[in-house]
């Protein structure tokens, strides 16, 4: 599932282009809001919440979620698309570009005074003008049983962090995905350290946590199962872990260097 940083770009990007134009064609090809029609309408802005997008559209919002398969393109008008129109949820047109969204998890029109019914439920946005780092950590100590990588990926925390993060943040904070937040040392510095790592990353489509962007040398233990610790040579472990039987996410970590 795309993670905080890719949203925010795509939400960036879609603002580019979008923002401050009238739409020429709007599509929801979704059945319970298809009869919906924004054209001639004005976009304020496109932003990201987290995980979400919201599209500020006359006295509507345009709420997505790009869950797994999920993706927003940018077209010029005229230009070929690159994936097949059956996939297309949502489909937004000015005079020089059209916007597709593909296989989105989540679509739904929103009167926009009513945006906190989709995302006011969120903790503290890691990339948002917001972010309220008391409050981010407040949250997680608030179940001090619960396991610290399931408490990273749960969005009433923090809002924006995946797997990959919550895999690496464990590993650099030298500590078992397992151990339960209460017994995490400086549960300030992993929030802190959580903040920053979105923030280097927001920018770029390579995404790394060891500084380096060459591929496979981009992370320190999230996929790398079987391979070698880049710190100690330990063989790094793989499980599963998650809040129910139904979210369990796969979960790395060496077992030498976190504890």
Known sequence: MPEGDTVYRTAEHLNAVLAGTVLTGCDIRVPKFATVD????????????GKHLL????????HSHLKMEGTWHLYRQGT????????ARAILSNAEWTAV???????EVLPRDREDEAVGYLGPDLLGPGWDAEEA???LASDPAREIDVALLDQRNLAGLGNVYANELCFLRGVLP?????????????VGLASRLI????????????????PGKQVWVY????????????TILAGKLGATELSLRDTYWCPRCQT
């Open 80 to 87: 070929r698309w690159r994936k097949p129109a059956w996939k």
């Open 55 to 62: 599209m500020r559209i006359g006295e509507f919002s345009i």
């Open 199 to 214: 923030l280097a990353n927001r920018d770029r489509v390579e995404r790394t946590t060891t500084g380096d962007l060459r």
């Open 178 to 190: 397992t151990r339960p937040v209460g017994e995490v040392p400086r549960l300030e510095a992993v």
């Open 223 to 234: 996929n790398r199962a079987g391979q070698p610790c880049r710190r100690c040579g330990t």
């Open 101 to 107: 969204g593909f296989e989105l998890g989540l679509v």
């Open 137 to 139: 950590e407040r949250r």
């Open 38 to 49: 924004l054209t001639g309408e004005t976009v304020d802005d496109v932003v990201s919440r």
